[in-house]
């Protein structure tokens, strides 16, 4: 796992920059430094050692004629099958890493070397003789990449803050990712907090030439259920490309540890991958927000060693300028920043941490996807649930009006992911700014355009692997990890286990069937019985709990007076005025206090944003 930045070199002092930038993103690979520069680009690469641990890892590389050159972030999982087609095919190699095959692979295949790879990955390949750049971000979105065109300067890297650094970079807010983000908790279009720069979307390649950049998708998930096969034989194929998975997510040359919470995804892991070491963090002593006592039990039962921290509220609410400087982008989730912790002390150990994130993406994991037709009213004909919801909408918002809103609602109009933060109507009351910002429904809609003809199950779960995933799991997942220059890998994110997963029947992913110990589980259904199989019986008892995420009592928090006074300080700041009205933000905060509705998911999205921007605009990317 490394950091990587590079631009089209047109400064005098390219070394000078290039080193700039690099020092912004050390913590990304702080154990090898590398640049390339040369009339047409400037290439900076931050390297931290899992692969040939040696100085031979070193980047960037090059082909054996030196016309190509690469820098990499990220691991190949299947690295040797491909060497050793590229070495029959006559290549000659002067490294053992991943990162060359990247190089004589592109050199022999082209962009056809995408589909033929098996991991994470964001990289650049400059030809020098064609004065092109080649570059491309894996299926799920798992290593990051922005760019940005600013004053006849391309530069691109794994993080924002980098760009800064260049003479070339104007820093300007996008107010419409602002307004998205008040939706969506995250900024949910290929748009930046940073207007004109841009993220490279999941499963994408670009081509960079002569000033014109383009950019085209290489890879998608295409749901296509089998319905013949029984959900004795999915179990045993989950048990099977899981297992594979994992063993190839642990090759390393340094020690391979694992996250573990009381949830069966991480247990599932942690269990199979048969590591040394097991991590986890939780709030206080209330076993609603504490997971420790159960991921102790849990490592004990697998012979495993388990590191964990108990997060104190002071811990946290100083941590939040830090976390958000390393996000580049406001992330109004609050399970970021236990995410930071855990990887922390993580990083105390090792290296390297196999974690659970994608299995509920993937296997139909979320609460809400059991949601659409699992109650008698569901059979109700659609013309009547669509008017019991339009008087629904007209009273106070409270949970059983609630449900008859959403229920009056196709799945394309109530459901754009796991976060609805402010309805459009909301936001703008709430800003003062005006902005071109798409309401939410025209942003969802190219994706539930691709699956117009499935079950609405599939629907939320293509939509999530496509935004939710991306734009808030993956983001945290990689910003968070990386601030402890720590590697973390995702088993369940593999092209091998989607691929099966696509095959698997909407009522084995997500059933409600009831009246047996087998069928009581109603979410990731036949890979709970997978996890069930193949683990000791504690993760039987895993496979069975509710899904509860990180859960970060901010709730609680926000109605003591310490944290209460602190987020009102900057819903009154001038920076918050030049975005909000003051009024509806001081009503969220007091009507929450009170206890006359629960806006801690709200309070808190505008709190981090304004956290944000303080760092980015007021200190000019310093915490």
Known sequence: MCGIVGFSNNVSDADEVLGRMLDRIKHRGPDAEGKYIDEGIALGHRRLSIIDVSSSGDQPIFNEDGSLVIIFNGEIYNYREIREKLIEAGHKFSTNTDTEVLIHGYEEYGEKLLKMLRGMFSFVIWDKNNKELFGARDFFGIKPMYYANMNGTFMFGSEIKSFIEHPSFVKELNTNALENYLTFQYSPTSETFFKNVYKLPPAHFFRFKNGRFEAKRYWDVHFNADEKTQLEDWVNRISDTFHNSVEAHKIADVEVGSFLSSGVDSSYVAAIADVDKTFTVGFGSDEKYNEIGWAKNFSKAINKENTSKVITPDEYWNSLSMIQYHMDEPLADPSAVALYFVCNIASDKLK???????????????????????????RLPRIIK????????KLPAKRGVNFFVRKGKDVEERFIGNAYMFRPDERKELLKIKTDAPDPCAITKPFYDNVRNKDDVTKMQYLDLHMWMAGDILLKADKMSMANSLELRVPFLDKEVMALAEKIPTKYRVTHDKGTDETK?????AM???????????TAKTAAKKKLGFPVPIRVWLKKDKYYDLVKSYFESESSRQFFNTAPLLRLLDDHRSGKADNSRKIWTVFIFLIWYKVYFENNGKY
């Not at 669509?386 to 909408?393: F, L, N, Q, S």
């Not at 019985?529 to 019986?537: C, G, N, S």
């Open 528 to 538: 709970r019985l997978a996890a069930k199989k193949d683990t000791p019986e504690q």
């Open 352 to 378: 390297v941490v196999l974690s659970g994130e994608g299995a509920d993406e993937i296997f139909g994991g979320y609460n809400v996807y059991s949601d659409p037709n699992g109650t008698v009213y569901d």
């Open 386 to 393: 669509r008017g019991v919801g339009k008087i629904a909408e």
């Open 521 to 525: 589980y109603i979410t990731k259904y």
